[in-house]
């Protein structure tokens, strides 16, 4: 099989195997946790995108990989990474955390599709080789990038949910425990 088929398969497969792995073990113990708390997951699994670099490093990947995709996906993961990282160390501060993981998952979905695109336009799948050391990166870590941007931004937008009592009968919990016996 040519490169060029072999790459698409690989991406495929990566996004399912993905999506596999983090609907079994990574969404339900999100879904667990506070929203603080699950984002702060997500922060940190963007925080080690300051890897992207690696597209830029001569011996790691060929000197023939498209420039326009390199140089964009290097810098756009980076800034992403830094983002991620502003926000983890602003926990404490509510408003600011809140305001980098806005930006770090608005930046960073935006660098992944602008990286599919360069991909596309500078004919990647033939180069695929080029990649190198690096070709792990879209085959298995951008999918985790993407479904988790995905989420996250869905859980940013998505109304929260008042917790309603639970009812017993006529009665809530709460009254069950004042009535005496």
Known sequence: ????????????????ACLLWFSVFLLPKLKS?????AQRV???I????????VFLIPGIVG?????????FAAYGDFTTGVL??????????????????????????????????????GGLPALAGQLGAAYVIPIIYVP??????FVALYWLVRPQLQAAP???????????????L
Not at 46 to 53: A, K, V
Not at 63 to 71: E, I, K, V
Not at 94 to 121: E, K, Q, S
Not at 144 to 149: A, C, F, G, N
Request: glycine share 4%; no cysteine; proline share 6%.
């Open 144 to 149: 985790v990038l993407m479904i988790t941007h």
């Open 33 to 37: 946790r506070s929203r603080f708390q």
């Open 166 to 180: 639970v009812l017993i009968g006529d009665a809530t919990q709460s009254q069950l425990r004042s009535t005496p």
């Open 42 to 44: 997500i922060a940190t």
């Open 1 to 16: 099989m040519s490169p060029q088929i072999i790459f698409p398969i690989h991406l495929v497969l990566g996004y399912v």
């Open 84 to 121: 991620a990282i502003l926000a983890l160390l602003m926990a404490r501060i509510r408003p600011l955390f809140w305001f980098f993981v806005v930006a770090f998952n608005l930046v960073g979905t935006v660098d992944l599709f602008d990286a599919y695109y360069n991909a596309v336009r």
């Open 46 to 53: 963007h925080s080690f995108r300051f890897f992207g670099l």
């Open 63 to 71: 000197p023939h990989l498209p420039a326009g995709f390199a140089t």
